[in-house]
Structure formats: C-alpha cells, structure tokens
C-alpha cells in the first residue's frame, strides 16, 4: 500500500510538472518565432531532446564486504531539455526517464525504470528584487542520475554542482524537491536573501524512514568592497520522519564571507551554531538533542579559461532514514574539469563524508560512525554536432568501526550521448 500511493502521488506531480514544462516550452517556441518576425534578438530559446546509451562494470554489486559479486549493467536514458532566455529571465528545464539492466544479479526486488525532471528559473535585479526558483523530481531504484558523476562544465565556473556522496546509493525511492530565494540589495552597503525549501522522501522498503522537511533561511550582507561582503547567515527547519513520534527542529547561525574577486574566482561560506531536537524515538521516551558546529560553503576557481576548480563543503545534523537515530555529517567536495581541446574534455572528481550517530544501533552499547570518500574520472569527447562519446571511472571506499558496514567499489563505465 505505501508504494502504491507514493506511486500515485509523484506520477500526480509528474504529469502537473511535465504539462507545465510542455506548456512553457510551446509559450517559448511561439514567442522565439514572433520575435524573429519582428527582427527582435533579445529571446534565445533551446529545446534539445536527447539519448543516451551506456554499459557500466560494477565490482560490487551488493557493497558486501565479502564474498563480493560484479556485474554489467546496460543504461538506457532519454529527455528534453528545455532553455529559454528573456532579458533577466532564465529558465533551464529537463525531464528524462531511464533504465537499467544488469547481465546476471539482481540486487534490488523492484523494477529498474526510473524518471525525474528539474527546472531552474531565475529572474529580476539585485537592486529590485531578484528571483530564484529550484524544483526536482526524481523517483529512482537504483543509482540516482542526479548523483553519478559527469564532466565539469568548465565554460560556467559560477555552477558549483552538488556534493558527490550518494554515488553508491541504490536505494528505491521518490525524492521532490522545490525551493524559493529572494534576494535585494537593501542598502548601497547592505542586501539581504530570504528562502524556503521543502523536500519529502519516500522509500519504497517499509524499513526505511520517510521523511518531510520544511526549511527556511535568512541571509543578510554588508558589503566591505564592490566584491565582497560580511555575512550573517541563519536557518530554521521543521521535520517530520517516520523513525519519531512528532516533529523536530533544525536551527543554524554564524557569521560568514562571499567575495567575488574577479570574474574567475566566487567563494561563500559561514560557520556557526547549530541545534538539532528530534522528536521522541518511536518505542521510547528518548530524543536526540544534539549542539554542534555547523559549516556551509561553496567555491569556484577558473585561473585560465579552459579550468576551472569547484569546492563543496558541509557540516550538520540529519536524522537517519535506517533507524531512530540523528547523526552529525560532515561533507566535502572538490570537482576540477579541464578542457584539453574544443572537442576533448576531461573532470576528475573527489568527495568525503563522515558520519557520527548518536545512538548505538541495536540496542548496543557502542555508537556508530563511518567513513567514506569517492574518486571519479571523466572523459567527453565530442563527435561532430550531435554526438558525444564518454568514458568514466568511479572508485569508492567505506569503513565503520562496527562489522559488516565495510565495502570497496570500482565501477567503469562508457557511454555515448546523442543531443539534438
């Protein structure tokens, strides 16, 4: 019953999200064709569907750290993306669905066809108001294409992408989520971001918790240079898991910096306090009331023009969708792509993440942490207008210092990419 109803409501918001995109899409093609009617060049309009075909040798399939089985499985991916650009009006649009098919095993009971779909939209000016609008769908059952990593796009250095630490998870679920950001300059000295986020996941296993969250954020700035600016930077969050009786609270506050020293170089961080209370543990009186230190920040580099270094890096308080359990996670990313020729491009990639939970699981005695870092390298070529050949490999380890958590990984993978 729960997957059934967590079927039916994201293909609900599937078909309202994909109408709308399709919608905004022939608003666009329209528009584009009445303004090249009227000689005016100021709307740039982008519809590009696109196919994707890959194979990908993977060590281990189970993440067992013995007795470890490979396999091959066949990738099949196909989507629209859409682009329109008006004046301060951007909007960056993709629906895609995709298969999988492994040769011998078989390491989840459920089917292997997964869809999702993300809109960008921005629009307005620092000195009115500006506007920024996130929205993602996915519903995977296996490897989330969101996670796998691709080749840096090394002509926008202002993209940092995200956090490279969900490549090994196969878990089957339905993730929404959709964000609002507000953002003016109050004062020639001072501006001010306001935001909202929510996110639900649902698991298809029944072991696992759902989860609901709302999220809001303050962020106000003085500004010490044309470049640059003083932070404060505060969070609140609301959420509901089905590992609690009732709801808790997540709150974040620190001083930060963000600067943009030149065209080449962006960097926005804080670090503060931060307080997380859970609701009561499901079969108990208990609560994790955890008081840590909190960091946030993001970062790019292009020292030349065909370069360019991301860097991601996050520390905070998450509840566990395994158990009843809050565990303090610590993220890090750096994402560097080069392009060797107009056609040649290549990404190498790293990550590490650090889990601490509060309660020892089982009703042991010793809490749990664990250890893992990523590695990935990325070739693109490119085939004339349409076609792209790539080839990528992706290595990642994991340790626990309780049994039976312990896993390596290596997985290659090479694709090619038709886009139209």
């Known amino acids: ?52 075909v890959s194979a990908t040798y993977d060590s281990n399939v189970y993440r067992n750290s013995e007795d470890t089985e490979s396999d091959v499985y066949w990738q099949t991916q196909a989507g629209l993306n859409l682009g329109l650009i008006y004046k301060s009006l951007k909007l960056d649009a993709v629906g895609y669905t995709y298969s999988r098919t492994y040769s011998d095993t078989d390491p989840e009971e459920n089917e ?5 779909q993300r ?14 609008i996130n929205e993602m769908i996915e519903h995977s059952t296996d490897y989330s294409l969101l996670a796998e990593p691709t080749t840096a796009d090394v002509a926008r250095p202002g993209q940092t992408p995200e956090n490279q630490v969900d490549w090994s998870d ?41 989860s609901e969250r709302n999220a809001g954020q303050l962020i106000l700035g003085y500004k010490v240079t044309d470049k640059s600016a003083l932070l404060l930077d505060g969070r609140y969050a609301v959420e509901n898991s089905d590992g609690y009786e009732g709801h808790g609270s997540d709150a974040y506050i620190g001083p930060g910096f963000k600067t943009r020293m030149t065209e080449k170089v962006e960097f926005m961080g ?21 008081d840590a230190v909190g960091l946030h920040m993001t970062g790019s580099w292009r020292p030349v023009d065909k370069l360019v270094f991301r860097l991601t890096g996050d520390r905070l308080i998450e509840a ?101």
């Not at 329209?30 to 569907?49: C, K, M, N, T, W």
């Not at 292997?112 to 999702?116: N, Q, T, W």
């Not at 809050?326 to 750096?334: C, H, I, K, P």
Request: aromatic residues 10%; charged residues 25%; contains cysteine.
């Open 1 to 52: 019953m729960k997957r059934i109803e967590s079927e039916w409501k994201v293909k609900k918001m599937h078909q309202c999200l994909l109408a709308t995109m399709a919608g905004v899409g022939i608003l666009a093609v329209g528009g584009s064709a009445f303004g090249a009617d009227l000689e005016y060049r100021s709307v740039i309009v982008r519809v590009a569907p696109h196919l994707d």
């Open 112 to 116: 292997k066809l997964s869809r999702g």
């Open 119 to 132: 809109i960008d939209l921005s629009f307005g000016r620092r000195d009115l108001l500006e506007v920024r």
């Open 320 to 420: 566990s969708v395994i158990d009843s359990n809050a565990r303090e996670v610590t993220l890090f990313g750096v994402t560097t792509g080069y392009r060797l020729t107009d056609a040649l491009t290549a990404s190498l990639m790293f990550s590490y993440r650090w889990d601490e939970y509060q309660e020892p699981p089982d009703g042991g005695t010793t809490e749990r942490s664990m250890e893992s870092q990523g590695t990935s390298f990325v070739m693109d070529y490119k085939v004339g207008r349409c076609l792209t050949l790539y080839g990528a490999t992706t290595y990642q380890t994991s340790q626990s210092n309780l049994t039976g958590d312990d896993f390596d990984q290596f997985r290659a993978t090479l694709g090619a990419r038709a886009a139209f």
């Open 270 to 290: 804080s670090v503060g306090y931060e307080a997380y209370r859970s609701g009561t543990l499901n079969g108990t009186e208990k609560k994790n009331d955890v």
């Open 170 to 210: 196969r878990t089957p679920r339905d993730i929404w989520r959709m964000g609002v950001m507000l953002g003016r300059d109050l004062t020639d000295k001072t501006e001010g971001d306001v935001g909202y986020t929510y996110t639900k996941t649902d698991y298809v296993m029944d072991n696992l918790n759902d």
